[in-house]
Each structure stands twice: as structure tokens, then as C-alpha cells.
């Protein structure tokens, strides 16, 4: 009786997961085109331009709704057949930063920026807030939104007056210089990680060293054109050649050689950036954040810890806003994503490195849709904090009244002889640690071969770097409680080098334990062929934070100076924040080096103007780390208090 009725309960119950199978299958696909009209318009601009414009419309006129708008660069057409198509028969799969906004119901603009394909006018890279000499055609971001807000009011039938603007990346620079002089309906903006200041650990510069492997694999193809224009309708790709970037930018080694593997059209728009080799007017007038003034609308400004494009424009973004209008709302979403990794992915994990719950899905929920439906809508936010952080290592969010957290306090690792790191002083004893950097023999900054710049890398395992003897590497003893460290990381050197210029890499990691846990990648099936090799986590060497300093500009980024040979120097600097617990049975672990190949140029090693440089220029150096008395060199970090949070 007892194998009977296990057998009708199977069967019910089989019988039950076949019926949700067949009903799943026999739901209707979701339709943008079902619940929306489509428009297109060319707004006009107070001095004449016209700005290509796409609306997207409920259908149900029964209520009003707020705009919800992004201005890009990128074309407000529509991916179809694998190309780009303009028209008003073309929909997208979705419209919405999410799927609730679409059933919420929003009337959705996307606009084509002044100068980039159906829109007219010339476009500028990073358009200056401030130009005095403003040429015919090229405008200002924060007035051409004022003009298109004011347009789409008076000619958009059934909204309620209230604007949103929100954008990623690219997008997100747009967003914030289009709420400078806030137009007073726009209530809500989420700039989301915005271009910000090129050149300080931004997109194009970090420590006044050029981030070579992503700007040319972006450059290569994001190319200006005639505009109006729906082309290009794909983007070519740039062929390396060859699969390796290490190997295609070692070949061609000077700045002038790489250059010269691109058509003009390529090199236009990438090589200002390269020339511009100091933090002059040229970087000056494109860092929107001094003028991010006079805001209105309450902004909710997001980024990813392991951003490798825009990891600081959201921290410098949000804190120039709250710096500049204490009396409008600005927040803080910091998680552990990469570029633009919350939009549409779970943000569950990022290569071999877990963060147990689908990130991605709670920001888009829990914190992005209610926040526009509190300011767009009047809706409650039971969510409101100023700062949603998510702390990693420990994989739990946080929420703090401010950025970086005020019960954060400075300590400082220090370096100490035969790799010792620890929160003491070391005693005396050897006074430096050495190596020799040879620029022809670069330090990769992954272990496999790419073009580009691998999304992985801002949590790849540094175990292949300890290996070389170009790389310094110092750990603590495993530790007994959880450490947090919370804000920025800062290293404070003394160094030497026989050259006359040198960049430092200075990398915190998280070394895991002998023993840990094996991860879904290491279960291999039983019997057949042999099976590829598997990373262990035990003994992972997690990159938490990397950044280099190029050494000219350890006095400033505007006033390059030589090293002299030999003499002993201070190299400080700050890097881009963290949240990270090192937990209990880990180790800490800092690794210095003097190249970060392609992911950084080339240092020669000389003192020169970088993009000049020639083959003889590049030349073997011996650097030197002192841990003397006086000369006690470390990282100073925020540390949060060891107590429950």
C-alpha cells in the first residue's frame, strides 16, 4: 500500500510539474510593442540644433506618467538582426532599466546626443560645462537638456510633469552634466558609472599612467562620423592579429608604433587622449564633477567595486554633488559588479570569485525601481538609505550615513624584510627590498592571453605574478578575526630606482586559506577523457585593488619630474576605494611592481614625454622598497571597527 501510494504521489506530482512546464511554454512572450507606441521626433535647441529623440508611450491613456529619459552617444536606434535600425517599427525587446518599470508604466526618451548619429550638431568629447569659445554646433549638456524637458512637457500628451534621467557609463556622464542648473521637473537622476575625470583613475589615466589595453580596443572602434546618420550600423572590431594583447603591444612597444596600427579615422579620437599626457587644460575642462552645481533633482549615484573602466566617477560623482547641494539627496550604490554588471546580470559571481546572492536582481528591485517611484511617483521607499554598500569578502550589504563610512579609522600595513606585512613597524634589519624592471619583459596583468581588458581581472588570482622575480610581494600571518577595510587604499613608499622615471603597481590581495572549499568549476565528472585543469581556491590570491603611480608625477599631475638615480624618494598616492572583509584564516597580502602590461603603457624608464618615446628609450632599471628606521614604507587603509554590524 505504502509503494502504491509513493507511486500516485510521484505521479501527481509529475503530473503537476508537466502541467507548469506546458503552461510556462504557452505564456505569451512579453511585447514592448503590446503595451507601447513608439515616436521619433527632432527636438529643437535654443540655437537651432536638432536632437533626435525617441518616445516610447503606454498605451493605457486612462492615468499620466513621468518621462523617464538617457542621452547616449551610443544611438538611440534599435538592435535588430544584428544590426542598428532607426524607425518607428523597430522596438527593442525592453525600453525599461528593468521589467517593473515597464508594467509600473513610464513614458521612456532616448535621445541621440548633439552630434552623434540622427541628431545634429558636432559633437565634443566630454562636452566642457564651461566654454567660452564654443564653436557653431556644439552645445552644452546641461542646456540642451533643459530644452529637449521643456519640449517633450508641452508636446507629450499624459505625463505628470516629472522627469527621470538615468544612463551607464558614457550615459552616465550625460546624466549628471544634464542636471547641472536642474530644470525644476526633474526630480530623479542615477548616474551610473559616469565618465567623470578622465584622467584621475578614470577611463583614460590611472596615477598619470594611460590604461592602454581598454582605451585603443574602445577607440578602435567607437569613431566619429557625418552626422545625421543611423551608420555605423555594426562597430568593427580592430584586428590584433593575434589573440594575445601582450604580445601584440610588446611588438610594437612605443606609443607611436601602436598608434601607427590604426586607419586616421581610429586614431582621431584616441590620440588627444595619448598626447595629453599631464593633467592639463585639456583634462581641466572635461571634469564635470566642479560643476556639478545647482542640483535639484535627488540623485542616486551607482558604481561597481571591480568597475575596470569607472570605478572612481561614482565615488567622485557622488561626493561632489553632496559636497556642492547638502540640500538635494545624494546616494551611493556601490556593488560588487563590473562595468555596468547591475543592469541586466545577476551579480552572483565574477569569474571564480562568488558573492552568494543574485546582487544584480536586489539592486534592481530593492533599491533602483522604488527610488524612481518615490521621486517620480510619490510611491513610499521603505529603502532609503544614503549609501547602499556591499561589502565583500563577508558577501552582505551595508548601509551607512556616509561615504566613506565616518567609524572607519587609518591604519597602516607595513612592509617589513623577508615578506612580512603586519600593523607594526618592522625592527631593523635589511633596509630595501629590490628587483629589476625590464620594460621589454613587462609584468602581465593576467595569466591567460587577451585583447583588451578581461572583465575578470579585478578579482584574477595573482598567484602567477608572485612567481616572478620583478614582482615584490609581501603577506600577514593568517588572521585571527575578520578585518574590514572600508574607503580608500593608500600606499606611502620609499623608493629608489637607477632610472630617471618608474611607475609603481601596488595590489592588495586577499589570500585564501590552504584549505577551502572546493567551487562548482573544480567537480569534474567521473570516467572519460581527461579533463582541462582546474583553479583551486585554496591559496587564491584575489586581486581586491590595483593601481599604479607613475612615478614623474609624485609631486603632481601637472608637474612631471625626473627621479635622480640612486636617491631615495616619497611615492604617495591614493588608490580607488574598497569594502572588503578579509576574513578570519586569510591572509593580506600586498604586491609592488614596475609594470602592469598592456593594462597600463609602458614605462621606458627614462625621463621623456611618454607618447615621443623611442625603442632606445627603453631601459632596464633596479628599484628599490626601503622598510628602514624613517624610511618605513606601507598601505594605509580604513578599518572599520571589529564589532557585529
Known sequence: MKARLTALALSMLLGGVCQQQVLAAEAPKYSLREHYTKYEFNIPMRDGVKLFTVVYVPKDSSKSYPFLMQRTPYSAGVQSGGELHYGVDFYPEHIGPSQEFEDSGYIFVKQDVR??????????????????????????????????????????????????????????????????????AIKAASPQAPVTDLFMNDDSYHGGAFMLAANFDFYSAFVEAENPTPLPKTWDRFDYGTADGYEFFLKHLTMSNILGTMTPKQQALLRPTIEHSTYDEFWKTRNIAANLKNIKAAVLTVGGWYDAEDLQGPLTTYASIKKNNPNTYSGLVMGPWVHGGWARGEGKRLGYVNFDSKTGEYFRSQIQFPFFEQHLKDAKNKNSAEVYAFE??????????????????????????????????????????????????PVPFTSYPANGAPKEYMVGDQRFASTRPDVLTWRSEPLDEDVTFAGPVKPKLFVSTTGTDADWVVKLIDVYPPEYPAGDDEERPRGGDVAKPQVTMAGFQQLVRGDPLRGKFRNGFDNPQPFTPGKVETVSYSMSDINHTFRRGHRIMVQIQSSWFPLVDLNPQTFVDIPKAKPEDFQKATQRVYHAPAMYSGIEVQVLPATPR
Open 115 to 184: 552630434g552623434r548619429y540622427m541628431s545634429e550638431g558636432k559633437w565634443q568629447e566630454m562636452t566642457p560645462h564651461v566654454n567660452a569659445q564654443r564653436a557653431k554646433g556644439q552645445g552644452n549638456e546641461s542646456e540642451d537638456m533643459h530644452d529637449t524637458v521643456d519640449w517633450l512637457l508641452k508636446n507629450v500628451a499624459n505625463n505628470n510633469g516629472k522627469v527621470g534621467i538615468l544612463g551607464i557609463s558614457y550615459p552616465g556622464f550625460y546624466t549628471s552634466a544634464s542636471i547641472i542648473d536642474s530644470h525644476p
Open 392 to 441: 565583500t569578502g563577508s558577501n552582505v550589504w551595508r548601509n551607512y550615513a556616509v561615504w566613506p563610512p565616518k567609524q572607519a579609522q587609518a591604519r597602516t600595513l607595513y612592509l617589513g624584510e623577508n615578506g612580512t606585512l603586519s600593523w607594526k613597524q618592522p625592527a631593523a634589519g635589511a633596509a630595501f627590498d629590490e628587483y629589476v624592471a625590464d620594460p621589454r619583459k
